[in-house]
């Protein structure tokens, strides 16, 4: 894509958790390459894709990681929570059993990510309006109990799936630039401190290629 996608103020880590089949990498790819895959199969091990977008003026580049919700990758827990600033917790309004587990996932992301990790309570597959089996008002009460933000999403149709993830990359920048203007008043304006305070591996090439545990 040339150099104009290596152009950024601000790198942010965003985690997609949630049981397989909940549409979390149509929901990574109708966000960073506007497609969606009927047939998309379970996700094996972890990938990722970015994307910039522009927050008061500042360019922000999202590398959003997508993981396998099978239990049997979760040996590859600590190397994926690594660094991330922003998850959604994912969940099908069709299958309550995949919102029943939001707790548990909600735990694993407790003890693994950073404390003030940004969390986005996803109801995906709003499409399936008629099958719903997880009431809108019980999930939003979930959330605001839990302190979560919260959308209902359809990959397929792609409502509101802009907006999830313009949201939470705006909540992770207003609490990143308020805690650097708190923390280094002389140094706001740096773009490779505004890098820096976040943790994130500066390149996808690195994201790659330094954990072969991640591409089973």
């Given at each position: 894509m040339g150099t104009k996608d290596d152009e950024y103020d601000y790198l942010f880590k965003v985690v997609l958790i949630g049981d397989s089949g909940v549409g979390k990498s149509n929901l990574l790819s109708r966000f960073t390459r506007n497609e969606f895959n009927l047939e998309s199969k379970s996700t094996i091990g972890v990938e990722f894709a970015t994307r910039s977008?522009?927050?008061?003026?500042?360019?922000?580049?999202?590398?959003?990681?997508?993981?396998?919700?099978?239990?049997?990758?979760?040996?590859?827990?600590?190397?994926?929570?690594?660094?991330?600033?922003?998850a959604l917790l994912v969940y099908d309004i069709a299958k309550h059993l995949t919102y029943e587990n939001v707790d548990r996932w909600l735990k694993e992301l407790r003890d693994h990510a950073d404390n003030n990790i940004v969390i986005m309570l996803v109801g995906n597959k709003s499409d399936l309006r008629h099958l719903r089996a997880v009431p809108t008002d019980e999930a939003k009460a979930f959330a605001?109990?839990?302190?979560?933000?919260?959308?209902?999403?359809?990959?397929?149709?792609?409502?509101?799936?802009?907006?999830?993830?313009?949201?939470?990359?705006?909540?992770?920048?207003?609490?990143?630039?308020?805690?650097?203007?708190?923390?280094?008043?002389?140094d706001e304006n740096s773009p490779s401190n505004n890098v820096q305070t976040i943790t994130v591996a500066p390149t996808d090439n690195s994201a790659s290629t330094k954990r072969p545990c991640c591409n089973m």
């Open positions: 977008i522009q927050v008061d003026g500042k360019t922000i580049k999202a590398q959003i990681w997508d993981t396998a919700g099978q239990e049997r990758y979760r040996a590859i827990t600590s190397a994926y929570y690594r660094g991330a600033v922003g605001e109990k839990n302190n979560l933000s919260f959308i209902e999403t359809s990959a397929l149709d792609s409502t509101n799936v802009e907006t999830a993830f313009q949201n939470i990359l705006t909540e992770i920048y207003k609490i990143v630039s308020q805690k650097q203007i708190r923390d280094s008043p002389d």
